[in-house]
């Protein structure tokens, strides 16, 4: 299995614990697929966010650009809502505001709402 699809697995699996109250079991794997995602993709200057390694097996598109950027903004605003649900206010706001950060005009990360 390539990262990308492991990323999408564990993110997957966290929405899937999420939504059943299992709070702590989806704290563990977002910030696992997020700790996946930063072990495999980087900021380049001029290319925008890349993988670091590319694995020609994988059954998934190569994510780049946007896609990554959104999904990447999704682990942060998802494990954001886990944090706040278990009183972790403080580690919820960091999170938020990497979501702004990443994607300032994502209606979910937005100053304004």
């Known amino acids: 299995m390539s990262s990308p699809e492991r990323i999408l697995e ?43 390694k590319f694995s020609a097996g994988s059954a998934t598109p190569l994510l780049t650009g946007e896609r990554l950027c959104r999904l990447e903004s999704s682990l942060y605003s998802k494990r954001s809502v886990v944090l706040r649900k278990l009183g972790q206010f403080y580690f919820a706001m960091e999170d938020a505001k990497a979501v702004v950060a990443i994607s300032p005009e994502w209606f979910k990360g937005s100053k304004e709402t």
């Open 10 to 52: 564990l993110k997957k699996a966290g929405n899937v614990a999420l939504h059943s109250g299992s709070t702590s079991e989806a704290l563990q794997r977002y910030s696992q697929a997020l700790e996946l995602f930063a072990a495999n993709f980087h900021l380049d200057a001029t290319e925008g966010l890349q993988m670091k």
